[in-house]
């Protein structure tokens, strides 16, 4: 009976004594806040890819492009067999992939920036904010140079008016 009065003792003189390990790793986490004043102006800024910017002509060579009214449906194959040997890589219809869907680009960009950004990609990332804005939204992705005439540019820019319907 003594031994079990004496373990008792030990047992209630160490209860709620709290040992503090100093030795080792330790993390405390805070809780970050927000640097935005307003968080919800984040979510309502409108997509580089659903941006319109019908004025800006880009940065490049191409200073003016004459659309008729009506589509030259040769240069458009042209231009449709040109962007799926050139551009499929990253770009296909109708949805989002490494690079933007084209359809519907006329409707957001003038014939000039699209011609530049086919043409002289580089130099469009560097310097023309819609462009750089596209690059950040498509995860750092810039579009490849891939050497295009003007005349095969322009293919591919007569090709994407099909897609706009």
């Not at 986490?29 to 309502?44: F, I, L, V, W």
């Not at 019908?54 to 191409?62: E, R, S, T």
Request: with cysteine; charged share 30%; glycine share 8%.
């Amino acid at each position: 009976m003594g031994l079990l009065l004496v373990s008792l003792l030990l047992f209630a003189a160490c209860g709620g004594k709290t040992e503090e390990k100093k030795d080792g790793f330790n993390v405390e986490r805070q809780k970050q806040e927000s640097t935005t004043s307003n968080p919800e102006a984040e979510t309502d800024r409108v997509k580089a890819s659903e941006l319109v910017d019908l004025k800006n002509k880009g940065v490049g060579g191409i200073t003016k492009v004459e659309l008729p009214t009506e589509i030259d449906q040769a240069m458009a194959a042209e231009g449709e067999a040109i962007f799926k040997q050139y551009c499929m890589a990253c770009h296909r219809v109708g949805k989002k992939f490494i690079g933007p869907a084209p359809n519907g680009i006329l409707k957001r960009r003038s014939p000039e920036w699209i011609m530049n950004m086919i043409l002289h990609p580089e130099q469009m990332v560097k310097e023309d904010p819609i462009a750089k804005d596209l690059l950040i939204e498509f995860n750092g992705s810039p579009m490849a140079n891939q050497g295009l005439s003007e005349e095969q540019a322009r293919a591919i820019l007569e090709y994407f008016r099909t897609l706009e319907e």
